[in-house]
């Protein structure tokens, strides 16, 4: 929708990168003098195209990352659980909506998006092909997996590109609600019988070195870093944020009385850090090409989901089409 008012030249883009680099050395001074890159204003090819992969992805996120939560609305616990978990999981809907708006100002449209992730051809964050087993999961999802979500996405509101920054200033506000609740059910769970808190300890173990992994490869590994910071789309590096997620999280998982499932985690008085054990990047790897344990399974119900709405996109679509011909019909007859 927001594509109709923007002026989309992306092929002159490309050619001007390669052919003027005034116009990039103007681009990066703009950036370094922290302006705001808007959707109307030049921008090298490549910049739009990690923002494009950046914000596709993580709106993708947001919407299968409704699924595994959403399993566990019909069995919350009371009813201001389930009303707490609907209004969280109607949220991450809207992030969801929200961001694939801002990727359409970069001139692709929702529909190639959606496309490309009911394909199998979009990536979204490896946290959300874990299941959901226990009431548990949602506590730990609530605080370790929005805990870090909003660890990556405060600094994502001064990102570069106006329309991703200005998303985000909504989307983290709402996250940290989400934290809240997250944290509030792990907290009456360990304050619950011993079956309770041994159910938060368990999804703890299961949830903890995933959430690890949502950071994205050692800052050697991460092949975007590099540009994404010059270009200040990421203002911290995945393990600096990863670093502050564990320094953030291990105290209340102390607080909580629960034990973080890592042997080697230490905490380093000399730099003032928490060092953690060495992270699983076999499983990484495995489940952002499809190998998790439920990646089929999130894409099927995607597909599904998709399919079951195409009537509603249908009579969407007719409804307008009927409404703009009754329009074009009575100024003709007015003129
Ligand atoms: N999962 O060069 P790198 C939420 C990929 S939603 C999957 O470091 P970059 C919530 C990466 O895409 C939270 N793939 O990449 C919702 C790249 O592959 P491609 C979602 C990952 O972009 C509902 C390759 O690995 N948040 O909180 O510089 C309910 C190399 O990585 C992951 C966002 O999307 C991963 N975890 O940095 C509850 C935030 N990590 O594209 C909660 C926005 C890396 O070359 N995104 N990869 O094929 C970002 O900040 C950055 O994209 C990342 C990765 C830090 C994630």
């Not at 699924?67 to 009303?83: D, F, I, M, V, Y």
């Not at 809907?93 to 394909?119: F, K, M, N, P």
């Amino acid at each position: 929708m927001y594509t109709q008012s923007l002026i989309l030249d992306r092929k002159s883009g490309d050619a001007a990168e390669l052919e003027d680099p005034e116009r990039l050395a103007h681009f990066q001074r703009r950036i370094d003098e922290e302006r705001k890159i808007e959707p109307n204003d030049w921008m090298p090819g490549a910049y739009r195209q990690t923002l494009v992969r950046q914000i596709s992805q993580h709106a993708h996120s947001e919407i299968i990352g409704m699924q595994p939560e959403g399993n566990w609305l019909t069995r919350a616990p009371s009813l201001r659980r389930k009303l707490q978990l609907l209004a969280k999981i109607q949220d991450e809907a809207g992030h969801g909506l929200y961001l694939y708006s801002a990727a359409e100002t970069l001139g692709v449209s929702r529909e190639e998006l959606v496309d490309q992730l009911l394909a199998g051809r979009a990536k979204y964050s490896s946290i959300f092909n874990y299941p959901t087993l226990t009431w548990a999961d949602i506590g730990m999802i609530g605080w370790l997996v929005d805990g870090a979500a909003i660890m990556n996405q405060i600094p994502l509101c001064r990102c570069s590109y106006g329309p991703y920054a200005r998303a985000m200033i909504l989307v983290c506000k709402e996250e940290s609600f989400h934290q809240r609740q997250g944290f509030d059910i792990v907290r009456t769970l360990c304050a619950g019988t011993p079956a309770q808190r041994a159910m938060a300890q368990d999804a703890l173990e299961r949830w903890w070195w995933p959430c690890l992994m949502m950071f994205g490869p050692h800052d050697r590994d991460s092949e975007h870093s590099d540009l994404s910071m010059r270009w200040k789309i990421k203002r911290f590096s995945n393990d600096d944020l990863r670093r502050k997620f564990v320094d953030a999280t291990v105290p209340q998982a102390r607080f909580l009385g629960l034990d973080i499932p890592d042997p080697e985690l230490r905490f380093d008085a000399i730099e003032g850090h928490w060092v953690t054990g060495p992270i699983d990047w076999d499983e990484f790897f495995a489940v952002i090409q499809g190998n998790g344990p439920c990646n089929r399974e999130r894409l099927a119900a995607r597909r599904g989901a998709h399919e079951q709405g195409r009537w509603v996109r249908e009579a969407a679509s007719a409804y307008a089409a009927r409404h703009a011909a009754a329009a074009a019909a009575a100024a003709a007859a007015a003129a």
